[in-house]
Nanobody
Framework: QVQFVESGGGLVQPGGSLRLSCVAS????????MGWYRQAPGKSREFVAY???????VYADSVKGRFTISRDNAKNTVYLQMNGLNSEDTAVYYC?????????WGKGTLVTVSS
């Protein structure tokens, strides 16, 4: 059974940084494109960033230049380094493959940006 476990969220002040981690279990994901997604209160889940198996990356315009996605295939883990956080980044963050599979969604990790 595939499972993604996200961690690293928390409360941070505007302008601060957080590093999220997503550990995958149940299968090896080194050959998959992996993505980070987020869902803000009252909004639909949206794409944040994804990383190809070869390391290429794509970012949503809203996070470009502030967030960095990376992966460690040996650990079956994907990371999201978030800098310059602002209130609009407040959301639950999830990881999944691209395209996302409904049965792969984990519980996510909550990021709250507030002073």
């Amino acid at each position: 059974q595939v499972q993604f476990v996200e961690s690293g969220g928390g409360l941070v002040q505007p302008g601060g940084s957080l590093r999220l981690s997503c550990v995958a279990s149940g299968r090896v994901f080194s050959g998959y494109t992996m993505g980070w997604y987020r869902q803000a209160p009252g909004k639909s889940r949206e794409f944040v960033a994804y990383i190809f198996s070869g390391g290429g990356t794509v970012y949503a315009d809203s996070v470009k230049g502030r967030f960095t996605i990376s992966r460690d295939n040996a650990k079956n883990t994907v990371y999201l380094q978030m800098n310059g956080l602002n209130s609009e980044d407040t959301a639950v963050y999830y990881c999944n493959i691209l395209p996302a599979r409904t049965d792969y969604w984990g519980k996510g990790t909550l990021v709250t940006v507030s002073s």
